[in-house]
């Protein structure tokens, strides 16, 4: 068994399936301001967002990150896992939070979930760490793996949108509900949001399951194969001449 169909097998797509007229990707019917609705469901007593990061280089934001405490997560976490990966990448994927095992490494998505990422990205011919950056919308794992809460989200939040414009990736694509709910700042079911493209300043952020959902519920592969193959055919659309100015 060759590599590729070794892939294909693991993301339950062998004997390959080939798309018939894909559809065109729709564009989200509006652009959605981030920060005003992050701030909108963050409860009122939220911990205040991390501030004057917003010129920061990458050695500072690291150093910022791995001092971080402006949250309760950090007294609960073995480290910081601040992100990896081209730090010119086009691609940028964004999950949830450290796991167990991301919090041991202090690399994001180094577990059974990692593995799967690695196999989806291996599927469109991408490689961690290769025009593709991985990131995670809080920094530090929630204890027993629970979700982040608005106010975690909310304060963590300003470190990944100044990793975003350092990037200046070309599509980003938000792993699962709650990345897409920090991103998009408005909560919809995940079913919702995929199939079409949000803009996420001026960045088209696609949305898809998140590895370790698909892990537990393997039918749904294929249509996170679908999210993939439009998220190519996004990729391929957006112009060159906007980024890395
Ligand atoms: N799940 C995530 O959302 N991020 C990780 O880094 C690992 C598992």
């Known amino acids: 068994m060759d590599r590729n169909e070794a892939v294909l097998r693991e993301l339950n797509l062998y004997p390959q399936w080939v798309r018939r007229n894909p559809p065109a990707p729709v564009v989200a019917e509006q652009s959605v301001p981030v920060t005003a609705e992050v701030e909108a469901i963050a409860p009122a007593a939220a911990v205040a967002p991390v501030s004057g990061i917003g010129n920061l280089g990458w050695a500072e934001l690291k150093q910022q990150v791995r001092d971080c405490t402006a949250c309760k997560l950090r007294a609960g976490c073995t480290q910081t896992v601040f992100g990896v990966g081209d730090e010119r990448a086009e691609w940028l994927f964004v999950g949830e939070g450290p796991g167990a095992d991301e919090d041991a490494q202090g690399e994001p998505f180094v577990g059974q979930a990692g593995k799967l990422l690695d196999n989806m990205l291996l599927a469109i011919k991408l490689r961690r760490g290769k025009n593709v950056y991985i990131a995670n919308i809080v920094k530090c794992r929630p204890p027993g793996n629970r979700t982040p809460e608005a106010d975690e989200i909310a304060t963590c939040l300003p470190y990944l949108q100044r990793q975003i414009e350092l990037i200046k990736p070309k599509l980003i694509v938000a792993l699962g509900k709650t990345a897409a709910t920090a991103l998009l700042g408005r ?7 995929r199939g079409v493209w949000h803009d996420y300043r001026g960045v088209p952020l696609l949305v898809t399951y998140h590895p370790a959902y698909l892990l537990r519920s ?9 999210d993939l193959c ?3 055919e996004v990729m391929q659309k957006i112009p060159d001449a906007t980024q890395k100015l």
Do not use: I, R, V
Not at 187 to 193: E, I, R, T
Not at 218 to 226: F, L, R, S
């Open 187 to 193: 909560d919809a079911p995940l079913g919702s949001l």
């Open 230 to 232: 439009l998220a190519t």
């Open 218 to 226: 393997p039918m749904e592969k294929a249509k996170a194969w679908q």
